[in-house]
Every structure is written in C-alpha cells, then in structure tokens.
C-alpha cells in the first residue's frame, strides 16, 4: 500500500514536470513564431542601437575594453565562429545563429525578439529596477550604466544600411 502511494506519487511529479517542460517548450517556440512574423515579408529588422544592446547583452563587451562578460548562455555553434543562445530552444542553425554575415539576415535583426533572460535590447526586456524583475544577472545591471559612448564602439552590422567594408568582424 505504501509503495502504491510512493508510486502514484511518483508519476504525479513526474507528470507535472512533464507539462512544466512542455508549456516551456511552447512557449519559446511561439515566441521565435512571433519573431518571424514580425520579419513580415520585407524583412524588417530591428534599428541598429537596439542591436547594439542585444548584441551586448549576448556576447558583452570585453573585446572592445569595456566589463561585461559574456553570457553565460552564449553557446558555440559548430559551425566555426557562429553562436546561438543555449536558453531559447531554438537549437544550432544558420536561422537561429545571433550574428551572421553582414548581408544575412541573423537572429538579432528581427524586430520583435525575446530573451531568456529579459536583457535590454529584447522585446521582453525588464529593467533592474522595476519589480518583478526575477533576472538577478549583475550584468543587466552594468548594460543599463552603458554611455551612448560605450555602444558607440560596438559594431554591428545592419545589411542594407551598413558598408560591407564596416561589418562586424564578430559576424
Ligand atoms: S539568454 Fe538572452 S542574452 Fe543570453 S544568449 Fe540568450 S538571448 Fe542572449
């Protein structure tokens, strides 16, 4: 009789892990769909100050001097010099990879796009200081101390609207 109580209890957590999963999974599936929507058909893409701040809140600023590691999410992709997030799901692919070539359309182009970590520069972005925000990362916090200055050294490349010969050499 215990064991059978041990049992049931078992396959009631187990099953309530299994709906958490799955809710979580649709979840960042509907929020890439949304992305994808929000590309339309004329490839619209999010303003290069925006992706600016995406592109701190995923690879930081180190290269260029500044002290914001990168984050800890951040995975290498394997294909050599790209990156994905390892938080969204969307798993390892030129569609999903953050930056691409200057004149490919990348993951941080689209103009509405959540993070895991609601990090500026997404759509889902929370601040530090509002309430609610359950992102203790303490580089959300060194983002939003960031000087027009400081994003200015960031390069990004936005196609269309940037010379070949300024793209980001991360790209
Ligand atoms: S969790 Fe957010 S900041 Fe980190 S890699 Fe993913 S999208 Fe970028």
């Not at 995406?54 to 790209?82: Q, W, Y």
Request: hydrophobic content about 30%.
């Amino acid at each position: 009789m215990e064991y059978e109580k041990f049992s049931a209890n078992i396959n009631k957590n187990h099953l309530e892990s299994l709906k958490h999963f799955i809710s979580s999974k649709i979840g960042q599936t509907k929020s890439f769909t949304s992305s994808m929507v929000s590309r339309g058909v004329s490839n619209n893409k999010v303003d290069v100050g925006v992706k600016k701040l995406r592109a701190v809140s995923c690879f930081g600023n180190e290269d260029v001097g500044g002290n914001i590691p990168k984050c800890s999410h951040l995975m290498n992709s394997s294909t050599e010099g790209k990156f994905f997030c390892g938080a969204c799901g969307c798993g390892d692919k030129p569609g999903t990879w953050l930056l691409s070539n200057g004149e490919k359309y990348s993951k941080l182009d689209y103009p509405k796009l959540s993070c895991p970590l609601n990090m500026p520069g997404f759509t889902n972005y929370i601040p530090l200081s509002v309430e609610g925000n359950v992102n203790h990362d303490p580089r959300k916090g060194l983002i939003e101390k960031l000087t027009p200055e400081d994003l200015e050294k960031i390069h990004v490349s936005i196609p269309e609207i940037m010379p070949k010969d300024q793209a980001n050499q991360k790209n």
